[in-house]
């Protein structure tokens, strides 16, 4: 059975041998495909010139040292030229989050994480308007979020968005122009189990959400009556979920390729997790989600999360939009199909030659957020649809 590696010293998981890998990173970062949008080619080619093995903590030093020295840029930049250090430190960030990805499961990594963090807040404090770090008491803890409102809608209009296995907040909220051109606000939350969510992975964890929603409803620039919530990958369970268990507080759900059902049985899972759609690492990344040390306990532990076997896809919810690629490889589209079979109050979009959260080379990321995900969300808070 095979075992997770959590220390230095383990290789990454990866079918591809170590060129494959470096080609395929060059590829993706050449039409900004996940996890590489928004890195340079010219920063790529210095780390992966820098790798030699495929040895996990090589390649998170090779991508930090890049990231290090756009940090060096952006803080001798910050006093003469604030917009310019705002780049550098973007670039910084997402070098250093790469660096840390899929999971932090190694000493350089966990060293890496909170470096990422500091990145992106030095580069959410120069924006206009700037990021919002909002601090949630939650159980004796507290949820650490990312807001930014229009300055000119208040209450403005909101969108949660929620990242998913392997991405974080700063993903999400890295992003946040499109939506206030738009008029909508962001609030940008690492989903249960991952960054600094301070809950757990477990089948009760949405009341962190229901938390969030509390808070919502109490800040007088926020229009509590028109929240989206909007999961990517595997948090669009947790948009799914909470389409039911708080539809009367949401104007809308977005399930952009999540899980809900068929998903976590062991027939699909196990072979789903050497999908040559992930780039590496994705059996670590997802056992350390479910807490578990190997495959064995990942499979017993996984169906216990269906949405239909808890009974949760029942009764009331809240309109949904739901978007995947039929030819997914690491969430099936009969879970798509399972949500738009049990009610009318779903729209669907799926991309017949798309793979995972429906992209495909007619289909990138960008294409889905701007026709499909976008026009919808502003449809259900403007109540045109």
């Given at each position: 059975?095979?075992?997770?590696?959590?220390?230095?010293?383990?290789?990454?998981?990866?079918?591809?041998?170590?060129?494959?890998?470096?080609?395929?990173?060059?590829?993706?970062?050449?039409?900004?495909?996940?996890?590489?949008?928004?890195?340079?080619?010219?920063?790529?080619?210095?780390?992966l010139?820098?790798?030699?093995?495929?040895?996990?903590?090589?390649?998170?030093?090779?991508?930090?040292?890049?990231?290090?020295?756009?940090?060096?840029?952006?803080?001798?930049?910050?006093?003469?030229?604030?917009?310019?250090?705002?780049?550098?430190?973007?670039?910084?960030?997402?070098?250093?989050n790469?660096?840390?990805?899929?999971v932090?499961?190694t000493?350089?990594?966990?060293?890496?994480?909170?470096?990422?963090?500091a990145?992106?807040?030095?580069?959410?404090?120069?924006?206009?308007?700037?990021?919002?770090?909002?601090?949630?008491?939650?159980?004796?803890?507290?949820?650490?979020?990312?807001?930014?409102?229009?300055?000119?809608?208040?209450?403005a209009?909101?969108?949660?968005?929620?990242?998913?296995?392997?991405?974080?907040?700063?993903?999400?909220?890295?992003?946040?122009?499109?939506y206030?051109?738009?008029?909508?606000?962001?609030?940008?939350?690492?989903?249960?189990?991952?960054?600094?969510?301070?809950?757990?992975?477990?089948?009760?964890?949405?009341?962190?959400?229901?938390?969030?929603?509390?808070?919502?409803?109490?800040?007088?620039?926020?229009?509590?009556?028109?929240?989206?919530?909007?999961?990517?990958?595997?948090s669009?369970?947790?948009?799914?979920?909470?389409?039911?268990t708080?539809?009367?507080?949401?104007?809308?759900?977005?399930?952009?390729?999540?899980?809900?059902?068929?998903?976590?049985?062991?027939?699909?899972?196990?072979?789903?997790?050497?999908?040559?759609?992930?780039?590496?690492?994705?059996?670590?990344?997802?056992?350390?989600?479910?807490?578990?040390?190997?495959?064995?306990?990942?499979?017993?532990?996984?169906?216990?999360?269906?949405?239909?076997?808890?009974?949760?896809?029942?009764?009331?919810?809240?309109?949904?939009?739901?978007?995947?690629?039929?030819?997914?490889?690491?969430?099936?589209?009969?879970?798509?199909?399972?949500?738009?079979?049990?009610?009318?109050?779903?729209?669907?979009?799926?991309?017949?030659?798309?793979?995972?959260m429906?992209?495909?080379?007619?289909?990138?990321?960008?294409?889905?957020?701007?026709?499909?995900?976008?026009?919808?969300?502003?449809?259900?808070?403007?109540?045109?649809?």
């Amino acid at each position: 059975m095979w075992y997770v590696p959590i220390t230095t010293g383990n290789p990454l998981v990866t079918s591809r041998t170590l060129e494959e890998l470096k080609q395929e990173i060059e590829r993706r970062v050449r039409h900004g495909l996940p996890p590489l949008a928004g890195i340079s080619i010219e920063d790529a080619r210095a780390a992966l010139d820098s790798i030699s093995s495929l040895e996990r903590d090589a390649w998170a030093q090779a991508w930090s040292a890049r990231g290090d020295t756009r940090l060096e840029r952006a803080v001798g930049l910050e006093a003469r030229d604030p917009q310019q250090a705002r780049h550098q430190y973007w670039c910084a960030w997402r070098l250093l989050n790469f660096a840390r990805w899929p999971v932090e499961n190694t000493p350089f990594k966990k060293y890496t994480y909170p470096r990422a963090l500091a990145a992106f807040r030095n580069y959410g404090r120069l924006l206009d308007p700037p990021v919002e770090m909002v601090r949630i008491p939650f159980e004796n803890e507290v949820i650490v979020g990312y807001l930014r409102a229009p300055r000119a809608r208040t209450p403005a209009p909101l969108v949660i968005g929620v990242s998913g296995l392997d991405s974080r907040k700063e993903d999400v909220a890295g992003h946040g122009d499109a939506y206030l051109a738009r008029g909508l606000a962001l609030l940008a939350l690492d989903m249960p189990g991952t960054g600094e969510a301070p809950a757990p992975l477990g089948p009760k964890a949405d009341r962190m959400f229901s938390c969030v929603l509390d808070y919502i409803s109490a800040r007088s620039d926020l229009d509590a009556a028109r929240v989206v919530v909007q999961g990517r990958s595997w948090s669009g369970y947790w948009a799914a979920k909470l389409a039911y268990t708080e539809h009367a507080r949401l104007s809308g759900a977005v399930m952009h390729g999540g899980p809900i059902h068929h998903y976590f049985q062991p027939g699909w899972l196990g072979p789903s997790l050497e999908s040559h759609e992930y780039l590496y690492d994705y059996l670590p990344a997802t056992a350390r989600l479910f807490g578990a040390e190997n495959l064995q306990q990942l499979l017993a532990a996984a169906p216990a999360y269906s949405l239909l076997d808890a009974g949760v896809l029942e009764g009331a919810r809240a309109p949904m939009l739901l978007v995947n690629g039929a030819r997914d490889s690491q969430v099936p589209i009969a879970d798509l199909e399972l949500l738009r079979e049990r009610g009318a109050a779903a729209e669907a979009w799926v991309n017949p030659d798309g793979g995972h959260m429906g992209r495909s080379a007619d289909w990138p990321p960008k294409r889905i957020f701007d026709e499909v995900l976008l026009p919808w969300m502003l449809a259900r808070v403007n109540g045109t649809r």
